[in-house]
Nanobody
Framework: VQLQASGGGLVQPGGSLRLSCEAS????????MNWYRQAPGKQRELVAT???????TYADSVKGRFTISRDNAKNTVYLQMNSLKPEDTAVYYC?????????????????WGQGTLVTVSS
């Protein structure tokens, strides 16, 4: 299963961006989709998670500003980022966990997208 992320770019503080990540391949089900980020010189951190029943969790640093959502028909996860701050600058990675193959031949997968750079600066 492959993940393709898009939507990063340069935005001023207080601005908004929407990231997208589409999963493709022989997907049977996707249990959870996640967004991580890694700022320069820092460890990768979990930003937001959405499960198959659309339950969501967020890192404290983004609560109230970021919204994760998913379109199951398109195998796509989104991250709407509002009120962006310079400290949100990072490479953002999408991640998906689920099963590929067919009902009688399931194979678990844990896939990462290639990362998309978000820069918040005036």
């Amino acid at each position: 299963v492959q993940l393709q992320a898009s939507g990063g770019g340069l935005v001023q503080p207080g601005g908004s961006l929407r990231l997208s990540c589409e999963a493709s391949g022989s997907i049977f089900s996707i249990n959870a989709m996640n967004w991580y980020r890694q700022a320069p010189g820092k460890q990768r951190e979990l930003v937001a998670t959405i499960t198959s029943d659309s339950s969501t969790t967020y890192a404290d640093s983004v609560k109230g500003r970021f919204t994760i959502s998913r379109d199951n028909a398109k195998n796509t996860v989104y991250l709407q980022m509002n009120s962006l701050k310079p400290e949100d600058t990072a490479v953002y990675y999408c991640n998906a966990v689920g099963y590929s193959g067919s009902y009688y031949d399931l194979d678990p997968f844990h896939s990462w997208g290639q990362g998309t750079l978000v820069t918040v600066s005036s």
